[in-house]
């Protein structure tokens, strides 16, 4: 029974798309944002840099730290343009840097954000 529904909620056949599919079609496109724009940064950066969202003709871009942030601001005037390049950032006029504040958990259970 429940093969079925998952089934019906992967399935286009619905006029709108479910919830579902929004969901992995966004998970899909900042995959595909992630991989273009690792591909112009440099190697350190590349690791700790991913694509949040586009949000008109701003693409969000979340770092895992605070450095890798700073040197990615002074990375900005000669990215934009190699990001225009590249199909998914045609229209992209402005990054937003923003740092990911993720939980870290340590081994005796303190959990420090």
């Known amino acids: 029974m ?4 998952i089934d019906d909620l992967l399935t286009e056949g619905h006029k709108r798309f479910t919830p579902l599919q929004r ?3 966004q998970a899909a496109d900042q995959d595909a944002w992630t991989r273009e724009l ?10 700790d840099c991913r694509v949040s969202a586009v949000r008109g003709n701003a ?11 700073t040197r ?11 990001l ?9 006029t402005a990054l937003k840097i923003k740092i ?7 081994p005796n259970g303190v959990q420090e954000s």
């Open 59 to 69: 693409l969000v871009i979340l770092c895992s730290n605070g450095a890798t942030a």
């Open 84 to 92: 225009t390049v590249l199909g998914h950032f045609q229209h992209v």
């Open 100 to 106: 990911s504040h993720s939980e870290t958990i340590i």
């Open 38 to 47: 690792r591909a112009i940064l440099p190697d350190p950066l590349a690791r």
């Open 23 to 25: 969901l992995l079609r």
């Open 2 to 5: 429940s093969k079925l529904k």
């Open 72 to 82: 990615l601001r002074f990375l900005v005037p000669e990215l934009l343009p190699k």
